[in-house]
């Protein structure tokens, strides 16, 4: 198993574009959580998705949207892109809902311009 | 609101020495914590859930309600161990992993 993927790994955008930033959870899972990391500091959640719906928002703007597929596997979607919006984005994943054990990803490091 | 706090942002160490990583929490219902870490150059990964009560590459991290603290404890740290350091605080019943802002672990030969 080749764990939590995401993809790309790097992404350059500038001021104002959206992205959409893919995550497949470990086989099995059905949750999936996103998260925020900016240099120097510790994750910040984002949201979490399970069974296709969301369970939990963190303190982010509504440029900020997520969705979940039936195969489990999820988008993060940021529109009108800032340059604060520059960090890595993890995902992560786990069996259940909830704040059980999560399986994090190698993130999407995104640089807005 | 939520919130965790480790107060080294740096801790160094020579090998064999023991080793400490403060963690203290707020949070107003019964927390759930954990220890994550992120060797170089690989991803984030669970050490320590505070459920299990158990030693993980001779950590251990015993949690303290009337301090409110979650100190990750090691007797004797091994080179191997030189890591980033993630407390993080999980909500009953919800999905928010809150987490610290981390300790960098250095163990010198």
């Known amino acids: 198993d080749a764990g939590v993927t995401q993809s790309p790994t790097h992404l350059i955008k500038t001021r104002g574009q959206h992205v959409t930033l893919r995550c497949s959870p470990i086989?099995?899972?059905?949750?999936v959580s996103w998260y925020q990391q900016v240099l120097g500091q510790g994750p910040q959640f984002i949201f979490q998705?399970?069974?296709?719906?969301?369970?939990g928002r963190g303190n982010f703007p509504d440029r900020f949207s997520a969705r979940q597929f039936p195969n489990y596997s999820s988008e993060l979607n940021v529109n009108a892109l800032l340059l604060g919006d520059s960090a890595l984005y993890l995902c992560?994943?786990?069996?259940?809902?909830?704040?059980?054990?999560?399986?994090f990803g190698a993130g999407t490091r995104l640089s807005v311009l | 609101a939520q919130r965790v706090t480790q107060p080294e942002k740096l801790l160094s160490v020579f090998k064999g020495a023991p080793v400490e990583l403060k963690c203290n929490y707020s949070?107003?219902?019964?927390?759930?914590l954990f220890w994550y870490v992120q060797y170089s150059r690989q991803r984030l990964q669970l050490l320590l859930r505070?459920?299990s009560r158990e030693s993980i590459k001779g950590f251990t991290a015993d949690l303290n309600k009337g301090e409110t603290s979650f100190h990750l404890k090691k007797p004797f740290a091994q080179e191997e161990d030189s890591a980033m350091y993630y407390c993080?605080?999980?909500?009953?019943?919800?999905?928010?992993?809150?987490f610290g802002e981390g300790t960098q672990l250095t163990v010198n030969p």
């Open positions: 998705y399970y069974e296709k719906e969301e369970r």
């Open positions: 992560a994943s786990s069996l259940a809902g909830g704040v059980g054990i999560q399986y």
């Open positions: 505070h459920i």
């Open positions: 086989s099995g899972h059905k949750s």
């Open positions: 993080a605080l999980g909500e009953t019943s919800g999905s928010r992993l809150t």
């Open positions: 949070y107003s219902g019964s927390p759930e």
